[in-house]
């Protein structure tokens, strides 16, 4: 009996340390991604990129424009074929 009690005692400790040690490196992974999108956009702030399309109105001309700048931009039109900007997450749309 005392050797199943250890043994089961045994079990829970390595589970509990490989828990925690799993957890550990899972942060150090975050913060080498924080590091390296910090390097990314620079020491002095800046942003890296700027997303910009131009807006039509519904006979076809130009109405405009809209733009934005991030770290991560893209530009699109969706189903309806409605134009927008994204920087960091933040969509705008015509």
Do not use: P
């Not at 700048?69 to 960091?88: I, T």
């Amino acid at each position: 009996m005392k050797i199943k009690i250890l043994f089961l005692g045994f079990i829970c400790i390595a589970t509990l340390l490989s828990l925690f040690f799993s957890k550990e490196k899972q942060l150090h992974f975050i913060l080498t991604l924080d590091n390296i999108e910090s390097l990314a956009a620079g020491e002095d702030g800046q942003y890296s990129c700027t997303a910009s399309t131009d807006c039509y109105n519904m006979i076809g001309q130009k109405d405009g424009s809209v733009s934005c700048s991030g770290n991560v931009c893209s530009r699109g039109s969706d189903w309806s074929g409605k134009r927008w900007v994204e920087c960091d997450g933040n969509k705008t749309y015509c």
